[in-house]
């Protein structure tokens, strides 16, 4: 917030990357458009960028039981406080581009995120929590829903640091698009390979609910940027490799 309100500071930049995090929540955006326009006035320097990229969720989808891939599209159902903040501040963000005031946005809808680099991972991401387990168990303990058939892709940290930098470079068409840099993966497939790499075992809490999937269509990204997706297993087993190596 003391940077965005002192333009100051970021005088010459012309592109902006906007991250919102659960740090964010003091700010207490509204819930709806009405109540975001009270708070507009803290981002009312934004109109100096000519460019602004917002890193947010796919979390603000609502889950299938179809186990079709998401795409930007589809319906938003938000059912924490997290996602609910980053739909807020997609709603901001759109609502300042459509009146001119951001030229060009966009809004990256970005999976799970995960590091392959022990330095860069997070104690609230899935598999970073799985990695960090095989080095100490007592960091992990993991409990399955379900039967673990449900439907996730994920999104590498180097992958999303190459979207950003394509988007700060390149002038594209569209405004939302999902990324994603790994195939569908069942969450007991993820669990299965960390037992097997003599991580700890899983705790399967069952309940008679359907599997309730989520996992994103990257058309669109493809569209405009060139990649191929990859086994979310195999760059875990390349991660253990890392891990062996610095033991």
């Not at 700010?27 to 890193?55: C, M, N, P, Q, T």
């Amino acid at each position: 917030e003391k940077f965005i309100g002192n333009p100051e500071s970021y005088a010459n930049y012309k592109v902006a990357v906007f991250c919102a995090s659960p740090a964010l929540s003091y700010i207490r955006y509204g819930r709806d458009l009405a109540e975001l326009e009270l708070y507009a006035s803290r981002f009312s320097s934004l109109d100096h960028f000519d460019k602004l990229i917002f890193v947010s969720s796919v979390g603000v989808y609502e889950k299938t039981s179809s186990g079709d891939a998401i795409s930007v599209n589809d319906d938003i159902a938000i059912s924490d406080i997290y996602n609910s903040e980053k739909l807020n501040l997609e709603n901001m963000f759109l609502s300042m581009h459509y009146s001119g005031r951001i030229p060009d946005l966009k809004i990256l809808r970005v999976s799970g995120l995960y590091s392959v680099d022990p330095r860069f991972r997070s104690k609230h991401n899935l598999i970073d929590n799985i990695l960090n387990s095989i080095r100490d168990e007592s960091l992990f303990s993991p409990v399955i829903y379900n039967s673990g058939t449900q439907l996730r892709d994920f999104c590498s940290l180097d992958f999303i640091l190459d979207i950003l930098s394509f988007f700060v470079s390149s002038k594209v068409d569209g405004v939302i698009f999902n990324v994603s840099s790994t195939h569908p993966v069942r969450i007991k497939e993820l669990f299965d390979w960390c037992v097997e790499s003599k991580s700890v075992s899983p705790r399967y809490v069952h309940s008679d609910d359907s599997a309730i999937h989520r996992w994103v269509n990257t058309d669109k990204l493809r569209n405009v940027y060139s990649f191929n997706k990859i086994n979310v297993i195999d760059d875990l087993t390349r991660a253990c490799g890392m891990l062996d190596g610095m033991d």
